[in-house]
Antibody
Framework: QVQLQESGPGLVKPSGTLSLTCAVS?????????WSWVRQPPGKGLEWIGE???????NYNPSLNSRVTISLDKSKNQFSLKLTSVTAADTAVYYC????????????WGQGTLVTVSS | DIQMTQSPSSLSASVGDRVTITCRAS??????LNWYQQRPGKAPNLLVY???SLQSGVPSRFSGSGSGTDFTLTISSLQPEDFATYYC????????FGQGTKLEIK
C-alpha cells in the first residue's frame, strides 16, 4: 500500500519561502507516476500547484509558475515543494499526491499539512 | 486552462435519496474526468476515474457518466457516510478541479 506523508514548517513569514517534503513509502518514486502538490485554502476548493516525473519533467500552475519549484530525491524516495515570496494568500492545507501517468487521476494522497503565512 | 464548473454548489438530501452532481468543462475533454469525495479534515479520495470507472473499494452506489463537456456523478441511495464535499477534476490537460459540491443532510 502506497503511503505519502508531508512534513515541513507550519508557519512561514510573509515574503519568505515555503518548503515541504513528501515521503513516499510502499512504492518507488521512480515508478510511472507524476508526483504532485495540491493545496486548499481554508474553506475553499482544491488548487493544483504542480508535478514532477522521475525523468525530471515538471509542470507548474501558470498562476504560480515563477514562484514554484518541485524536486525529487530518489535516494530518499521523496519529493519536495518550494514556494517563494509567500503572502497570506498562500495560507492553505498542502497535499502531496500521486497522479497516475496513464489516467491522470490522483489515487494516493498525503494527509495534508496546514501552512500559515503570518508574521 | 480548462475551467470546470460544478452544480449545484451545495445540496441537501436525506439518507436513501438518489443524488446527481454535474460537472461541465469549458472545452471538450473526451472522458478525462475524475471524481473525488472529501470529508472534513481529510484528503480527497478517488471515487471514479475516466468518467465512469469505479475505483477499487468504492461502493457500487456511486457511478459516473458523461463525455465531451458534460459529466455526472450519481449516488443511488445516500448513506450517512456520503455526506461530504465532492470535486471533479479534468485530466485532459494540466489538472484543474471544479469548485466543489457540498452534500448536506436535510
Amino acid at each position: 500500500q502506497v503511503q505519502l506523508q508531508e512534513s515541513g514548517p507550519g508557519l512561514v513569514k510573509p515574503s519568505g519561502t515555503l518548503s515541504l517534503t513528501c515521503a513516499v513509502s510502499g512504492g518507488s518514486i521512480s515508478s510511472n507516476n507524476w508526483w504532485s502538490w495540491v493545496r486548499q485554502p481554508p474553506g475553499k476548493g482544491l488548487e493544483w500547484i504542480g508535478e514532477m516525473y522521475h525523468s525530471g519533467s515538471t509542470n507548474y500552475n501558470p498562476s504560480l509558475n515563477s514562484r514554484v519549484t518541485i524536486s525529487l530525491d530518489k535516494s530518499k524516495n521523496q519529493f519536495s515543494l518550494k514556494l517563494t515570496s509567500v503572502t497570506a494568500a498562500d495560507t492553505a492545507v498542502y497535499y502531496c499526491g500521486r497522479k497516475s501517468w496513464s489516467g491522470g487521476y490522483y489515487d494516493y494522497w498525503g494527509q495534508g499539512t496546514l501552512v500559515t503565512v503570518s508574521s | 486552462d480548462i475551467q470546470m464548473t460544478q452544480s449545484p454548489s451545495s445540496l441537501s438530501a436525506s439518507v436513501g435519496d438518489r443524488v446527481t452532481i454535474t460537472c461541465r468543462a469549458s472545452q471538450s475533454i473526451s472522458r478525462s474526468l475524475n471524481w473525488y469525495q472529501q470529508r472534513p479534515g481529510k484528503a480527497p479520495n478517488l471515487l471514479v476515474y475516466a468518467a465512469s470507472s469505479l475505483q477499487s473499494g468504492v461502493p457500487s452506489r456511486f457511478s459516473g457518466s458523461g463525455s465531451g463537456t458534460d459529466f455526472t456523478l450519481t449516488i443511488s441511495s445516500l448513506q450517512p457516510e456520503d455526506f461530504a464535499t465532492y470535486y471533479c477534476q479534468q485530466s485532459y490537460s494540466t489538472p484543474t478541479f471544479g469548485q466543489g459540491t457540498k452534500l448536506e443532510i436535510k
